[in-house]
């Protein structure tokens, strides 16, 4: 029996040994794995800058909690997030930018082309017009047949007229031009031009010695017969208009230009038209006025631009494509037109900078050639900017609560950098100060809701809405500041209430709110 006792004891004490060798080799043919508690601590020795909210990314925390805006937790913002300067910013690896279809454009310096392209109308030219009457009173005995819209040339027929004044003037002058009496004949002369008649009837008088009954009134210039108010037989007075022709040696093109891009056109500058009515055959012209009224119903301005009109080939009523080029454009920071990205209240763009960090910059706006867009702030020359790509890296900043500010001259960072800051104090639901509390304020829109009220606070109030349908949120739980708070005055838990709200950098703040019965 003590045999067998011995022989077991034996191979329990070699099969341990076995198991604990197998166990060492296989631990040192196994990679060495890290201790939770390593990387753990790891990621607690990152340094954090602020907690936030990422459904209202412009509040800021001093310490982490439950969001007083929604019902999850607050997120982390950490140091080796911001780029040198500490400004917060979005790191993305290069092959998944590549892999985005980012594409970067350098910000340079040079004069914006100004070609502003607009599309217009022609028409006649309202400065080339002569109006035709009668000079004297008499009898319409002859109308040439002529209609509106015919074109005349220069000196053709229109009508024939019948004086008697005229008549019994020339019968006089005649007597008079065979007594001798010089004096008198000067005389008889003079009252030929008083009574309205022309200086070549009159000379047609004195070389042929005859009485012209007839009196045939042609066009003084060559035109468009525009009007034609007289039938034969009919009995006109002194000055009655007989005709009106339009010139059309050049016609006017009246250009809608929008009112963002008229502010660069110019008295006498050039334009160049292109008219589908004759292809590949461009017309150059000139600025001749900027209408001072503007049409309300399309907010543009009416440019008016003089084209010469050799062969009549241009008739009003056809549509032309009109080339404006602005000259004397001053030098200008220059970027992409598509690397803007307009909110409706300003503009951005996502710059680049080294390690692959994206961060928004808030920038002010020039001119806009089309293809190119003045920065007259915000940009310093040679920096990058997204071209493709930007919206992308821009909901991702502001998932990360990363928004845009105005960068400030160099010599306001001098004096920021030279202050002394002071250590936050926020309590851990305390709102900070938005980041872009320092711009102007832009007055928004009130947007209407109904809910339940859930909590009330010193900070605000907690509501269960519904939908906003004008910012289209959908219904659910949170909580918003009160402009005022005599508004919460008689406001219990459990109320049912009609609420307004407006848009600011501190959320959503109620501005309206009523109790419904």
């Known amino acids: 029996m003590s045999q067998t006792v011995l022989k077991t004891g034996v191979l329990i004490a070699v099969t341990t040994a076995l198991g604990l060798a197998g166990g060492y080799w296989l631990a040192s043919r196994q990679p060495h794995a890290v201790p939770q508690d390593v990387s753990t601590r790891a990621a607690s020795e990152r340094k954090v800058l602020y907690w936030y909210d990422p459904m209202v990314p412009q509040q800021r925390f001093d310490q982490p909690g439950?969001?007083?805006?929604?019902?999850?937790?607050?997120?982390?913002?950490?140091?080796?997030?911001?780029?040198?300067?500490?400004?917060?910013?979005?790191?993305?690896?290069?092959?998944?930018?590549?892999?985005?279809?980012?594409?970067?454009?350098?910000?340079?310096?040079?004069?914006?082309?100004?070609?502003?392209?607009?599309?217009?109308?022609?028409?006649?030219?309202?400065?080339?017009?002569?109006?035709?009457?009668?000079?004297?009173?008499?009898?319409?005995?002859?109308?040439?047949?002529?209609?509106?819209?015919?074109?005349?040339?220069?000196?053709?027929?229109?009508?024939?007229?019948?004086?008697?004044?005229?008549?019994?003037?020339?019968?006089?002058?005649?007597?008079?031009?065979?007594?001798?009496?010089?004096?008198?004949?000067?005389?008889?002369?003079?009252?030929?031009?008083?009574?309205?008649?022309?200086?070549?009837?009159?000379?047609?008088?004195?070389?042929?010695?005859?009485?012209?009954?007839?009196?045939?009134?042609?066009?003084?210039?060559?035109?468009?017969?525009?009007?034609?108010?007289?039938?034969?037989?009919?009995?006109?007075?002194?000055?009655?208009?007989?005709?009106?022709?339009?010139?059309?040696?050049?016609?006017?093109?009246?250009?809608?230009?929008?009112?963002?891009?008229?502010?660069?056109?110019?008295?006498?500058?050039?334009?160049?038209?292109?008219?589908?009515?004759?292809?590949?055959?461009?017309?150059?012209?000139?600025?001749?006025?900027?209408?001072?009224?503007?049409?309300?119903?399309?907010?543009?301005?009416?440019v008016r631009v003089e084209l010469p009109n050799a062969g009549g080939r241009l008739r009003p009523g056809l549509s032309a494509r009109v080339e404006l080029a602005e000259q004397g454009a001053q030098s200008a920071l220059l970027i992409p037109s598509e690397a803007v990205i307009r909110t409706g209240k300003r503009a951005l763009v996502m710059l680049a900078e080294a390690g692959g960090r994206y961060r928004p910059v808030e920038?002010?706006?020039?001119?806009?050639?089309?293809?190119?867009?003045?920065?007259?702030?915000?940009?310093?020359?040679?920096?990058q900017v997204v071209a493709s790509g930007q919206f992308l890296l821009d909901s991702e900043a502001s998932l990360r609560g990363i928004t845009a500010v105005a960068e400030q001259p160099a010599a306001a960072h001098e004096h920021a950098d030279s202050a002394p800051v002071e250590p936050s104090t926020h309590a851990m639901h305390e709102p900070a100060m938005p980041m872009h509390a320092a711009q102007t304020p832009i007055v928004a829109a009130l947007h209407e809701a109904e809910g339940r009220i859930v909590e009330l606070t010193a900070q605000g109030v907690k509501v269960a809405h519904g939908p906003f349908k004008t910012l289209g949120m959908p219904g659910m739980t949170m909580r918003f500041a009160v402009k005022d708070a005599h508004l919460l005055h008689g406001v219990q838990v459990d109320d049912r209430v009609r609420f307004a709200v407006r848009e600011t950098g501190a959320g959503l703040v109620i501005e309206q709110l009523e109790r419904l019965p």
């Open 363 to 383: 920038v002010q706006l020039g001119v806009d050639s089309g293809s190119q867009t003045a920065i007259l702030q915000g940009l310093e020359e040679g920096q």
């Open 66 to 302: 439950k969001s007083p805006f929604m019902d999850m937790d607050l997120v982390p913002r950490y140091a080796d997030e911001a780029d040198a300067a500490g400004a917060p910013a979005v790191r993305i690896d290069a092959d998944i930018t590549h892999n985005l279809g980012v594409r970067l454009a350098t910000v340079s310096r040079g004069e914006p082309a100004r070609n502003i392209e607009a599309v217009g109308v022609l028409g006649l030219n309202d400065r080339d017009v002569a109006v035709v009457q009668a000079r004297a009173a008499g009898f319409v005995e002859r109308v040439y047949r002529l209609a509106p819209g015919d074109v005349l040339t220069a000196g053709a027929p229109l009508v024939d007229l019948l004086i008697p004044e005229w008549v019994a003037a020339q019968e006089e002058f005649l007597a008079l031009r065979r007594s001798g009496e010089r004096a008198l004949l000067d005389g008889a002369r003079q009252r030929l031009r008083l009574v309205g008649m022309p200086a070549e009837a009159i000379r047609q008088l004195e070389r042929s010695g005859r009485v012209q009954a007839l009196q045939t009134v042609r066009a003084p210039i060559g035109g468009v017969l525009q009007e034609l108010d007289v039938r034969e037989g009919m009995n006109v007075g002194a000055g009655a208009p007989l005709a009106r022709i339009n010139g059309l040696d050049s016609v006017w093109l009246e250009v809608a230009v929008p009112e963002a891009q008229a502010g660069g056109i110019r008295t006498g500058q050039a334009a160049t038209a292109h008219l589908p009515a004759l292809p590949g055959e461009p017309i150059a012209g000139t600025v001749t006025a900027v209408l001072p009224e503007a049409t309300a119903a399309s907010r543009t301005l009416r």
